[in-house]
């Protein structure tokens, strides 16, 4: 697996592996529910794309709603962008919107849960 990037998932059975893999590892798994025509989705992208290098120790998903309609609708997304936290496959924690403070302060309360 790739440190430091965000993995995008392009079918159902990527995003399976992918959630595999933070389950197994007991990482913090970050998902970016996202979508092409989306400003706000396309605004956040690099500073996602900068809290993967700085925090290794994190999983970075993207997920485009619209070419894993299945997967959004498992995961009950309203509204892009929306980043799930998940640890061990459960949801424990939502940011809805484009929130650079927020999303960061998020990663960081449950990183330190996480050993």
């Known amino acids: 697996m790739a440190e430091g990037q965000v993995i995008s998932c392009h079918t159902v059975a990527a995003w399976d592996e992918q959630l595999q893999k933070a389950n197994e590892t007991k990482k913090l798994m970050v998902v970016d529910f996202t979508a092409s025509w989306c400003g706000p989705c396309r605004f956040i992208a690099p500073f996602l794309g900068d809290l ?3 925090l290794p120790t994190v999983m970075f998903v993207k997920v485009d709603v619209d070419e894993l309609k299945s997967v959004a609708t498992d995961w009950a997304v309203e ?3 929306t980043f799930m936290f998940l640890k061990e496959g459960k ?3 939502k940011v809805v919107g484009a ?3 927020e999303l960061q302060q998020t990663i960081s309360k449950h990183m330190n849960t996480a050993e």
């Open 79 to 81: 509204a892009m962008p």
């Open 91 to 93: 949801i424990v924690d």
């Open 99 to 101: 929130k650079k403070d």
């Open 52 to 54: 993967a290098k700085k």
